[in-house]
């Protein structure tokens, strides 16, 4: 029987850890043993882990300060395979395999879109060149969409085609029951002021100004509201452009939750102002919610989920204009919420964990799937 192990940095509020957290729930689920290696065992998303799951927590504070941990671990447990998630988790695995000399399989997962992730960290600016180097070492590189995996072939000089795509597993069985759940909150009442909802990590990446610009617009012509959901670095600078635009009243930051779908259920509609994702989750997170969605045409995801703009409106990146005209137009326009769901479960859990198993080698499932 093959033993499989999945490495990544923690368990915070993201869509990588959330993907992981669904395949490891799949295969143990398919009678398949998991280990699920942590740089450090902290995050929001413990919870949500089948018991089942073992839990490994190397203590370190970084990926790369984990190597040697990671080394005596596939010394020791010597899983088939070791599949890796997002780049500073992959570096260090793929130094790590090298260094143990054992007979383990790496597959890495690569979650963004390399050419356009922008750091300011002077360690970050140098994980291309480390890439470039390191990453043909894999035995298997999987992209999360095609444009991410063609972006990464050209960004590290692979060979065309040489990537495989395997879209995220984002919906189940699960996520329609928690759309449903109440949410006791005055802004989600029927009859209150029409709700836009954006999720994610308050960082540069998410652009949550360009929303919040876009808001403002909207809110001079049509009453409603602006729902952030998530936490992170930038709260201060968010929350200073909302007392500046003086909209606070009608602009709420709960923090990260943990059932953001309940929220998505009864939002008007679902924002993503991203200025790069590798797919973006929350939009098909959302769509699955039966919820309108709006989203930048970033690379690379969202295109490709929307099939450009046959499921929702795509605007240019950081163009709040655009974005409020979209915001208005989706308030005024009836919205097949059937459409939506039939789209967002193409991405499914399912799916997915079909397609990892092809990769990995196992054809058959051990135990009837629950998915």
Known sequence: MKHLAFFLPTLHGGGAEKVVIALANGFIERGIPIDLVLVNSEGEYFNQINSEVNIVDLQQTRALKAVIPLVKYLQSSKPSVLISHMSRANLAAIIAKKLSRVDTSLILVEHNTLSATQSKLFRAKLFPFFMKLLYPQADTIIGVSQAASRDLEKSLN????????????????????????????????IGSPPVFLAVGRLTAQKDFDTAINAFAIVRKKIPSRLMILGEGELRPHIEYLISTLDIAQDVLMPGFVQNPFAYMSKAAAFILSSRWEGLGNVLIEAMACGTPVISTNCPHGPKEILENGKYGQLVPVGDANALAKAMQNVLETPIDCERLIERANYFSVERAITQYLSVIGINEPLKQSTL
């Open 158 to 189: 692979l060979k065309a085609g040489c990537i495989q795509t395997i879209y995220n597993p984002v919906v189940d069985k699960t996520l329609g029951l928690m759309a449903e759940q109440p949410i006791q909150h005055q802004w989600l009442e």
